[in-house]
Nanobody, 129 residues
Framework: QVRLVESGGGSGQAGGSLRLSCVVSGFTVNTYCLGWFRQAPGKEREGVAATGRDGSTVYSDSVKGRFTISKDNAKNTMYLQMSRLSPDDTAMYYC???????????????????????WGQGTQVTVSS
């Protein structure tokens, strides 16, 4: 059974850092494309970053240079290291997995999951100024 469980969200101040984790079960993190999404109240779900089976990475312009996506094979976990946080980063963050090893339409997260087959329940990140 495939399951993705996020953790690590919380409250932070502008300029600070947080690290999100996504524990994967049902497949290894080197099998499929994995991505991070976020959704702020009243806004559409936004692709933040993704990583393919080969370790390639891609980021949205809004987080490039501030966020880093990575994987730990031994822990079967994906991470999102977030630095230089701003209030605009406040959102519910979700991890998701495609059924392909490469990232097809990596930022397409909806409707109905978009290009991603599996989704976690989300973890809230709130950044105060």
């Amino acid at each position: 059974q495939v399951r993705l469980v996020e953790s690590g969200g919380g409250s932070g101040q502008a300029g600070g850092s947080l690290r999100l984790s996504c524990v994967v079960s049902g497949f290894t993190v080197n099998t499929y494309c994995l991505g991070w999404f976020r959704q702020a109240p009243g806004k559409e779900r936004e692709g933040v970053a993704a990583t393919g089976r080969d370790g390639s990475t891609v980021y949205s312009d809004s987080v490039k240079g501030r966020f880093t996506i990575s994987k730990d094979n031994a822990k079967n976990t994906m991470y999102l290291q977030m630095s230089r946080l701003s209030p605009d980063d406040t959102a519910m963050y979700y991890c998701a997995a495609q059924r392909t090893s490469y990232c097809y339409q990596w930022s397409n997260g909806g409707p109905n999951g978009g290009a991603y087959k599996y989704w976690g329940q989300g973890t809230q990140v709130t950044v105060s100024s």
